[in-house]
C-alpha cells in the first residue's frame, strides 16, 4: 500500500476529492500553508494500492490547474532594512505537488 500526499489550491480541492469519491477512493482533506506565499493550500491524503497510484495521479493531475499567484511584499532587504523596498513577484503555483510514501502497515481497528 501507498500514501499519496498531495499539495494542491484551495478552488481544486472539490473537484479532485469528489473524482476521488466517485472512484473509490478513500481521502482526508488537511488545511495547509505554503511556506513561501503563506497563504492557505489543501492537502490531501489518499491510501491506495500501489497499482492504483497511477489513477490517483491522473484523477490530481486532471483536476488541478496551474495558477498565477502575486506575492505582494517581497523584502529584498533580507531583513536587514538595507535597500528595504517591497516588490510584487508573481509565481505559478501547481497544479499539485504530490509525494507518495510507502506504507508499513495500515489497519482499520
Ligand atoms: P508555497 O511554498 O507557498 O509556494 C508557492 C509557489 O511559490 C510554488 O508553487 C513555487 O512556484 C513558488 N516558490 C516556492 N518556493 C520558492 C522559492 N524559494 N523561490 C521562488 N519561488 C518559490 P509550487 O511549486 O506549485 O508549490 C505549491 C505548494 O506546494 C507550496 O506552496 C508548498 O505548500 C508545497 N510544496 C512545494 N514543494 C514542496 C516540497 N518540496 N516540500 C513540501 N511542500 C512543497
Redesign the pocket.
Known sequence: MKLILA???DEDSNPVISELGKEGFGVTKLC????????G?T?IMVGADEEKVPEVIDIIKRKCK?RK?A?PNLDLSGGTGVMGMAFP?E???????V?VLNVERFEKL
Open positions: 499539495i494542491i489550491s495547509s500553508t505554503g511556506g513561501f506565499l503563506r497563504s493550500n492537502t496551474t499567484k506575492m513577484v509565481v505559478t503555483v501547481g497544479g499539485a505537488t509525494f
